[in-house]
């Protein structure tokens, strides 16, 4: 890079400052774009990477292949017992258990119990997990009545006193005081691993665990660490011959609908669980495409207008060719100052994307920072082959303008027909890429919008869940008086319970039904266990039958003895079309099952309690007359969610003050289902609002170029009669083609790409030509507005000034 290319950059800014604003601002935006995308793409996929040895860690999922069955899919969980199991089969297998997490248990403080992420988990822990210590040793495991505890979490409860060595009560299961041994440093944002205190994990079954080693149960994260991905693969091959052996009890070769994949430690993040879609990666995929492609429109928009500009300099070009340069050293100078021109605006970009990053912050619910350590050289290092891809062309373009033609000239060239068609194109590009943004965010709100408004088949309004009731430290005589006194409550319509609930999955069993010409292990359905008042607090639309009642002694399904002599089941409409039958009145009274035969005695429509992602699911409801077991309560109430969510609070600290109180209203809860999808849809408009911004940036610098050669034609055609409207619709109409043929582009490509965003959800929009018909106009209208005022201008002038004009 010579000294001349910088003075003519200089000369360049300052002589035509609005020209270099739209050149630098457009990249600047493109690249401001790119960089907040590329810090959100980074921190998705960033998950666990900060863990030494992180590539040697694998988590033990559980996978089931029953065809036709919404269960279908592989989960993060397994038996408690597998890794017993495992080591049995495999002596010095490396692995160790996390059962809890999330709000797994709670501390107690004073009189209260507070939520908690406590984990139970193997002394091995601190051999899979190198966790960084900052006080004592991960070894303090193996004494059963020790703790470790996080930074944060020990200022919380300890201030500034020194916490090893202190008691602290934590529970798990039940309240037990445990001596703080150890204190590890925070967990960063980055894991899905959430964990504030480590209690050692009990050999054996944990008390009340009866589930522990039943196969196909999930009840603890189970992790593995090889050495070498040889030993993980040899070790793989030898899973399916284990679960056929030990997994009796899920009949004959087990193995071929029950598996147990490893999935490496920082694949996690992005991995569908169970029915869910793989909706997460989709949307960093699609946010890291809308990065690339609002710098590919940026790019873009500088090679148009660097090639509308290329007859200013023409003369420039000549006069550099007759002192002796050659096209090589033009080359060159125009290669550098596209360089410099491009470092410019990565420094204005990286300024816009600090600048926006708490907006960006708050929109998207993200936390997102840029490391300068590592974004500085990395734009560095881009800057080059950016200003490579938006510089080449225009310099070959103004390079081989000839000298004696040019000198000759009455007026500077302009690149011709091919250079015409060439910026035409490159309008088309932009404006094809902008109108698919514009139709992917609409579609995008509208799903959103939909997910948010859908049938859920009950009322979210006016209905409070009380998930803490499912607590193992809650026994049933004191579940059943807590529900007792929310029946009191003012404003309170209906109290029910379930083992799930609105916004919480819960404990819902799964069960198969025989079905003839189905192999075993037949129907797979969703089993939810309900209690009194359920139906009335959620009130499902009743299809066929009656729902249980006390009145009806068949309906209690307790006593387990009589559940080969047959029960009473309600089912969902759905369970009713898989099981056969052409109507819901149909199903009523048939008996199902074989030899465990199931009384259909009411058809309700869905109860839609979890993502919206999920497929509808077979479900059936049985009863327990005493409430069943972990219940989570649901509250139906009328009046301020407030005072209700506060008197139910009391009623709590009353009743049961060792378990900490844990509700919230079922809107609420159902929205974590849709935060994701809010985030992306945020992100994906902002992204798309300025990827439009660009375009008309370059169509209005091209719109610019475009007219002011043209000023002599326009004084010819007003002196011939036109006026100054049809000179207007004449501009304007030339600028409305390359749109017009723009969407013509967008319209497949959004169409394909949002089909598959859809895909993703079960209850989704169609696909409305209203989406594509009203992005056009949009653009359309844009366009319109981004020409319009230099149209007028230009139509409004003088003839005389016109012709006279050079």
Known sequence: MNR???????????????HAALNIGGLAVGIA??????????????????LPGHEQIYLVQTRIDLPGSPFSGAYSMTMGGLLEQLREDHPGVLGTRIR??????????????????VAQVDPSFFDVFALPMLKGSGSALNDPTSALISRSTARKHFGSTDPVGQPLTVSIDWPATYRIAGVFEDLPANSELRLSILIPLPK??????WQWYMWGTASVSTFLRFDTAAQRLAFSQTLPAMIDRRATTMGPQPSRFLSLPLLPLSDIHLQPQGSESAGRKTTVVALGIVGLIALLIAIVNYVNLATARAGVRAREVAMRKVLGADRRALVGQFLSEALLTVAVAALAGLILAELSLPWVNAAGGLSLTLPYSLVVPALAAATVPIALAAGFYPALLLSRFPAAAVLASARAPGGGRAGARVREALVVLQFALSTAFVIGTAVLVAQTHHMRNADLGFQREGLLMVPSLAEIGISPPQARAILAAFRELPGVRAVGSANVGAGVDGNAALDAIDMPGLPAPGLTIRVISVGPGFFEAYAPRLLAGRLFDDAHGADDA????KWKLGRNIVVNLETAKRLGFASPQEAIGKTVGGAMPRTIIGVIDQLRFFSPRAPDDTTSYQYYREGPGKPVAAIRFTGDPQATLAAARQVWLRLAPQVPFVAATADRRLALFYEADDRATRLFGIGAALAVLIGCIGLWGLASFNTQRRVKEIGIRKTLGASSADIARLLVGQFLRPVLIANLLAWPLAFVAMRKWLAGFDDRIELSPLYFVGATVLAMGIAVLTVLG????????A?????RHD
């Open 33 to 50: 774009v790119f960089l907040v995308l590329s810090l959100y793409v980074r921190f998705e996929t960033s998950y666990e990477k900060w």
């Open 204 to 209: 054996g079954a944990p008390a009340g665990q």
């Open 100 to 117: 809890g997490g999330k709000d797994g248990g709670s501390v107690q403080r004073g009189a209260e119990a507070i939520k908690e992420d």
């Open 790 to 797: 230099q149209s007028l201008r230009a139509s409004r002038a």
């Open 558 to 561: 307790s006593d387990w003895q």
């Open 4 to 18: 001349f290319a910088l003075w003519s950059l200089y000369r360049s800014l300052t002589r035509h400052k609005l």
């Open 799 to 803: 003839p005389s000034w016109g012709l």
